[in-house]
């Protein structure tokens, strides 16, 4: 029987889903409401697959997957989520992601891309599978920014921090609150993994975003 642990923030699309789960003969040995819990959870059952959501308060779901590999790098992870832009869709394969299915997959969809990331295969949904297509078709005029698990507004103001500005500096250039910049900066360490400002313009100078 395949086990599996639920990540999302939403309870009652967990609980839906457990159910859904268990009708396909899955069960479901943990539940999280977040990345972080999620991957305590993952490390402690060592279950066949992780279903992963992306946006979820705390640790998002790309980091949570990152996180999840670098401890065990033979964890299988399913992202199933309501994103669909090619940002997170690029973001959770470079994490490690084995498929990517949006929430409106049926349960058959779902049963089918379970058995295929237990087994260890790559899977994803109809419409991620287009915009793959799409981006590799577009060549290599297609440019990936660096950390894509960081939204633009992230982003910009990573390159700030890299470039040695302290945030009512930051504020200032970009006319934000300081407010909007510190926590701008607390999402970056998160989704980023690192523990103070040094961390993070190392890590951003090595990415190119300087």
Do not use: C
């Amino acid at each position: 029987m395949t086990t599996a642990v639920l990540v999302d923030d939403h309870p009652v699309f967990r609980m839906g889903l457990a159910v859904l789960l268990e009708e396909l003969d899955v069960t479901v040995v943990a539940q999280a409401p977040d990345g972080e819990v999620g991957v305590e959870a993952a490390l402690r059952h060592r279950p066949d697959v992780v279903l992963m959501d992306i946006q979820m308060p705390g640790m998002d779901g790309v980091t949570a997957t990152r996180r999840i590999l670098d401890a065990w790098a033979d964890a299988r992870v399913l992202m199933l989520t309501m994103v669909a832009d090619d940002e997170a869709v690029f973001a959770a394969i470079q994490a490690g992601a084995l498929g990517y299915l949006l929430k409106g997959a049926g349960s058959t969809e779902i049963g089918r891309a379970l058995a295929a990331v237990a087994a260890g295969e790559a899977v994803y949904g109809a419409h991620v599978a287009r915009r793959l297509k799409a981006f590799f078709n577009a060549g290599s005029g297609v440019v990936a920014k660096p950390f894509p698990q960081l939204s633009d507004g992230e982003r910009e103001v990573l390159r700030l921090v890299a470039g040695g500005l302290g945030n009512q500096a930051i504020a200032q250039r970009l006319h934000l609150s300081e407010k909007t910049v510190r926590n701008r900066v607390s999402s970056i360490f998160t989704k980023l993994d690192v523990a103070n400002r040094a961390e993070a313009i190392v890590k951003a100078r090595q990415g190119g975003l300087a």
